[in-house]
């Protein structure tokens, strides 16, 4: 199995930064890609940013050239810097992690909160 905790998230004005974490532990030499995906009260889950196991990163438009997403150097760790924000940017931030052995593993979700 992969396990993944997430930290980093709080309240911020908008115009402000922050940084989100995402530490895989189990089997992690399984995983092909890890990237973060966000909810919005009322709104379904949808696709933030995605680092795969090779270096290619993919955004969604809405956050494209104000979040940046890395990963450690061990691989199990990602990041998400968070540039910019908008009050439009509050949501559960989700990590996930895609296994070629258990599929999608998701963590417990964080709270990200951009006052106007």
């Known amino acids: 199995q992969v396990h993944l905790v997430e930290s980093g998230g709080g309240l911020v004005q908008a115009g402000g930064s922050l940084r989100l974490s995402c530490v895989a532990s189990g089997t992690i030499f399984s995983i092909n890609a890890m990237g973060w995906y966000r909810q919005a009260p009322g709104n379904q889950r949808v696709f933030v940013a995605l680092i795969t196991s090779d270096g290619r990163i993919y955004y969604a438009d809405s956050v494209k050239g104000r979040f940046t997403i890395s990963r450690g150097n061990d691989k199990s760790t990602v990041n998400l810097q968070m540039n910019s924000l908008k009050p439009d940017d509050t949501a559960v931030y989700y990590c996930?992690?895609?296994?070629?052995?258990?599929?999608?593993?998701w963590g417990q979700g964080i709270q990200v909160t951009v006052s106007s």
């Open positions: 996930n992690a895609v296994s070629s052995y258990y599929g999608d593993s």
